[in-house]
Each structure stands twice: as C-alpha cells, then as structure tokens.
C-alpha cells in the first residue's frame, strides 16, 4: 500500500473563515484530537500575523506528541525566524514558506518578474533550512501558474532543500483533468522530484476540491492538504472525511492513510461546535442526513440490505447508529454519553449544570437531536460573558406595535430598558442599545432551523459592526426571539470589557 500523509489546515487556514475563531485553549483540544484522529502534519498557524496564533503554535507544539507541527510563514526572513521560535518545543517540526508563482501574483501581487520570484523562493527554503529539517514549499496559485515555469520552480526549491512542495489550487478554478495533469506533469519533468512530496491543497470556489485532490494523488502525490468538515476561506477546502472514506472505499487504489475512521464523526461534531458553525445537513460523510433515508424505496432497500443504498457503514465514522434515544426521563449518564459521541468532554460540575437545562429543554420538545446537546453544552461559555440577558419580554402581534421590556446583567449589576421596534426582535435590540451606550450596526443577521417541527431550536448568526471592526456573535433558543437577542448580546460582548 502506498502512504499518503495527510496535513489537517483546520487551525491554520480553516480558522480564517470570518466568526470561527478559537482561543488558544479550543486549539489545543481540537490538535489533540487530530493526533487521536491520525493525522500526520498539523499546520498550527501563521504564528508572525498575531501574538495570539504566535502563542497556539507554542502550546500546541507542547501538546501533541507524534504528529509534525507546522508554521506557516511567507517567503520573509522575519517570517521563518517567528516560525522557529513558535516551534521550539515541537517533537517534530515543519516550516511551511512559499510564495505566489501564477501571473495574477507576479506581476499584480508582487510587481515583480518569474526570475525574481524563483531568486526568492530558492532563498526563503535555504533560510528556513538554517532552522529546522523538514521544509515545505508552497506555489501560491499553482493551480493558475504555467506548468513549464511551474515545473522550473519546483525542481529550484527541491534543489534548495524542500522535503515537500505544495502545489495549491488557491482559487478553486481547476478541472479535475486539469489538476491531475499539472502533478503529472511534475512527476515527469522535475529533476530530482522523487527527492521531495508533492502535496495538494485545493480550494472548493467551483465544488471541485475533494475531486481535485484525488485527481492529484492517483497522479503522484502524496500529501493532501485538508481541513475538518471542509472548512476554510470562501467556499472552503479540501474535507479530510472525504479523502479519507474515499480512499478507504476505493480499496483497489492500494492507497493508505493514517486515518482513524472512527473519529470522524466526533471530531466533525466538536470543531463544528467550538467554531460555530453548522454542518450542512447533506454534507458527504458527516452530515445529519449522509445516512438518512426517507424514500420507502430507500428504506426498504435499506432494511434488506443496508448496501443497497449505503456504500459507507455508518460505524466507520464514528456514527453511532443505535443512538440512545434522550428525552425528559434521561438520566446523566445517558447525557453523558450523548456528549462524548459528539467529542465533548465535561467535568461531572459543568454535566450537572447542563442536565437541569438539559430537563428543561426536554420538557418543552418532544425529542432532543445533536443539535439540541451541543448548543446545551455551548452555553456554559455564555455563562461566564460579562453581559448577561437575566430576562426578556415582548408584546407583539397583527394590528399593535411590538413592545420589548429587557434586563441586563452587567457585571453583576442590573439594567432594566423598554422600547418599541418594527418587530419583536427590532423592539428588543432598541432597548439593549438604550442600556449598552455604544455605536453598533448590524450587518449580517441569520436565522437557521436545526430541525423540523415548531418546538424545535432555532440558531441565530450575527454579524455587529462596531468602530470598523466586525464581531460575531452566536445563539440558539426554542424562543427565537430571545436567541436573536442572545446572539447580539454575544457579539457585544467580544468588544465590550
């Protein structure tokens, strides 16, 4: 079988979806459970661009054990003399340094010329040489970059001392076809390739990533650069599922990874919770509907046979099919176990304080989904925020104007505000405003129904602009109102201190 390593961006280039950033303490527990996942490289940050992600790589150096650690930097010398640093207590190490190598970055970016930027790629891999052994180098924009000059490059900056060289789809426009020849191309015409790992890292603008990624390993790479749950910028990356149940599907390939299986579905579950944001329910591998059937067709077939219509065991993932069914009769272990499925792991403190919320809910819904538990388990966070929503009252309806009473908790201190609004929801944000003196402009607000029926959770998304800065907020509630209200409240809280 031959080895494919597989590189986890989730911390790196997934956190930098706007909303979705995690402190250093969530990073360490999403890289701890990378490592029990099996991946083989975790890319930790970009550590010059801020003290904070400067701090997660540091930490998560000294968290993990087997996996490499990797640094991003640009083709900068401040940049590879940062990465060091950040990396000084990693087992194993990687700096990851490149540069943009297509037209669009050359002559636009750069203002610059191909000889220039092959000078500063064959540089920037002998400086990161000087600091540690295992180097990669990216072409930004490959996917766009003439294969020729590409090829040139390559064969440079293997030359110089990179172990690997990623060969990034950066804006997703790449055909299949297209991407599979460009490695080819590679393959056959860079001297000294079998020195070095070609790696994929392709971005899914145009649907294509997952595609793209297996058209570049049948080709010959051998590292595929993935995030959890196919997070990232824009329309996102490459999904470590998909790669990884493809490749355990398609046995005939003769390709193996690392990969524990098993933990998919877990860790899906937790980055999609520590981030806040939901899995499309018809999302490949995990999500909520991958194994549903709802077809009589489809569930007769199933019942029969489950590979009539499924080519995946819903165990291989983690998915626990005979899942304990929680309602208002569930004792704490039954809770309990509902989290750790979902990768949440709570002190018996916190699992108390969440099973009397969690009877609470059950008392309101007929049944309580994933969902339901993980925005229990998220609330906790909520509960240490400065401004607390202590109660929330609204009279609206056809024919009169919509009135809202609200009560903050400020630092242990009460503020009490009514106001009229165009709504329940716009009524109860006047009067937040009349106590929380600041200037702040909505700019995104989303409402999205976690499941069927009208007992069920609603989750809000907020996006509230203040002093030119946006900030996010996040919350889910059976009573949208008062999620909307939770939601902006969160956002107010990460500019107010």
Same mark, same amino acid.
């Given at each position: ?61 000294? /968290?993990? @054990?087997?996996?490499? =650690?990797?640094?991003?930097? !640009?083709? $900068? %010398?401040?940049? *590879?003399?940062?990465?060091? +640093? ?124 997952? /595609?793209? @990624?297996?058209?570049? =390993?049948?080709?010959?790479? !051998?590292? $595929? %650069?993935?995030? *959890?749950?196919?997070?990232? +910028? ?264």
């Amino acid at each position: 079988m031959d080895k494919l390593f597989i590189f986890d961006t989730t911390l790196r280039d997934g956190e930098q979806v706007p909303g979705c950033q995690l402190n250093t303490i969530e990073k360490i527990q999403v890289a701890q459970a990378l490592e029990n996942l099996g991946v083989d490289i975790i890319e930790a940050g970009f550590p010059i661009s801020s003290p904070g992600d400067f701090k997660s790589v540091v930490e998560i150096s000294k /968290a993990v @054990t087997w996996p490499k =650690v990797c640094a991003l930097t !640009r083709a $900068v %010398e401040k940049d *590879i003399e940062v990465a060091a +640093e950040a990396l000084k207590y990693a087992k194993h190490k990687r700096i990851h340094t490149g540069i943009g190598t297509s037209p669009y970055h050359i002559q636009y970016k750069f203002n610059s010329t191909q000889d220039e930027i092959l000078e500063r790629a064959i540089a920037c891999v002998k400086y990161a040489k000087k600091y540690v052994e295992d180097v990669e180098f990216y072409c930004e924009d490959a996917g766009r970059t003439d294969n020729v000059y590409l090829a040139k490059v390559v064969e440079a900056v293997i030359k110089a001392g990179a172990t690997v060289v990623n060969i990034p789809d950066t804006t997703g426009y790449c055909l299949p076809s297209e991407y599979g020849e460009k490695i080819r191309f590679l393959m056959e015409n860079v001297k000294g390739i079998h020195n070095a790992i070609l790696s994929t890292h392709c971005h899914n603008d145009l649907g294509m990533a997952t /595609a793209n @990624t297996i058209s570049g =390993v049948l080709n010959g790479a !051998r590292q $595929v %650069e993935v995030t *959890i749950n196919g997070i990232g +910028e824009r329309a996102g990356n490459t999904s470590l599922e998909e790669v990884a149940m493809i490749l355990k599907s398609h046995k005939e390939l003769s390709i193996n990874t690392n990969i524990n299986t098993k933990h998919i579905y877990p860790i899906s579950r937790m980055v999609s919770s520590l981030m806040n944001m939901p899995v499309q329910p018809n999302k490949a591998i995990v999500g909520r509907n991958a194994f549903a059937h709802s077809s009589g067709i489809h569930q007769d077939g199933v019942l029969k046979n489950r590979e009539s219509y499924e080519i995946i065991d819903p165990n291989d993932v983690g998915l626990d099919t005979n899942t304990i069914a929680l309602t208002a009769r569930s004792g704490r272990a039954a809770l309990k176990h509902r989290l750790s499925i979902l990768g949440v792991e709570l002190s018996q403190e916190k699992l108390d304080g969440i099973y009397e919320e969690f009877l609470k809910l059950a008392d309101r819904k007929k049944d309580i989904n994933d969902d339901d538990v993980l925005m229990l388990a998220g609330k906790e966070r909520a509960d240490k925020q400065r401004i607390k929503l202590e109660y929330l009252q609204v009279t609206s309806g056809v024919g009169i104007q919509s009135v809202a009473s609200v009560c903050l908790n400020i630092a242990g201190e009460k503020f009490e505000a009514a106001a009229s609004g165009n709504g329940p929801v716009d009524a109860a944000i006047r009067a937040v405003k009349q106590i929380v003196h600041r200037k702040m402009t909505i700019q995104e607000f989303l409402i999205q129904a976690i499941n069927k029926g009208s007992d069920d959770v609603g989750k809000v998304h907020m996006q509230v602009e203040h002093n030119g800065v946006n900030y996010y907020g996040f919350s889910a509630n059976t009573d949208i109102v008062a999620a909307s209200i939770e939601a902006y409240i969160d956002a107010i809280n990460k500019f107010v201190k």
